[in-house]
């Protein structure tokens, strides 16, 4: 294992933790302290000084999005591998996201994009912007993602990129500017959580020049598979918003 590697230590789902690697480090929980051996490597167990085992796991992009500092609503996983393929997004993209808010979308975006590819994240929230820079250097795996503190409502920057995606309570605001980066015919997406702001941004997509506008949710449902008995799990963030994509014509 190299030092400052993200690794997974998970003794079970209420014990799991995202470390970065360096030996002899400790770490309290409350199924005991845990050291960090010299040697290490992914699969190894570790055992508290509770006794308890810990394993050391590859942490999934999913898992590492949900962790990040939130100081805003993000963008979950059960949206975020439908939004990737809906956009079309692949290794060496291009993709422009607004707002970062806490920087989980940035994160899944920057993975996939890959160490050619590049993000170019926009907020207008210094404060925001901090926080998501801060938790993308604390989870990112490349150094592929540009962050602008600026205002889209305002500004048109000055790149061209393969695919969009806003992520603010007033996309439609937003996109005649994001639409001017974007590549002909390429595809930009949007989430909101309410049906009426899906709406608004439907009529201006359409006003603009979209074509082949669709809208979804995606309902997820995590099943317990257990000794009792199979079923759903009884709670569940039942929730997030409703995703909206567009091709964009000339
Ligand atoms: C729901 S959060 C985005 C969450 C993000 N997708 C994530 O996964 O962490 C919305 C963000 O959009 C930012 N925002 C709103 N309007 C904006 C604009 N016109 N330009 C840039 N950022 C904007 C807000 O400050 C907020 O941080």
Redesign the pocket.
Known sequence: MKKDEIILLYCDEKANYLVSYEKNKEIHTHKGKIVLPAKLSYGDVVYSSKNLPFYVLYPDTAYL?IK?R???????PKD?GFILLNLGVKSGDSVL????????????LSNAVGKDGRVYS????KN??EN?KK?FENFSKFKNVSFYN??????IPDIEVDSA?I????PW??ISNVKEVLKPGRILGS?SPHVEQIKKTKDKMIEVGFVRIRVYEIILREILVRGEGTRPKEYHITHTGYLIFGNKTR
């Open positions: 999005s990040v939130r100081k805003t609503t993000i963008v979950y975020a996201e607004v707002g970062t808010g806490s920087g989980a979308l940035t994160i899944i926009f907020e207008r929230r925001f912007l998501a938790n600026m205002d889209l409502e305002k500004n995606f992520d603010v309570p007033e605001k937003l989430l």
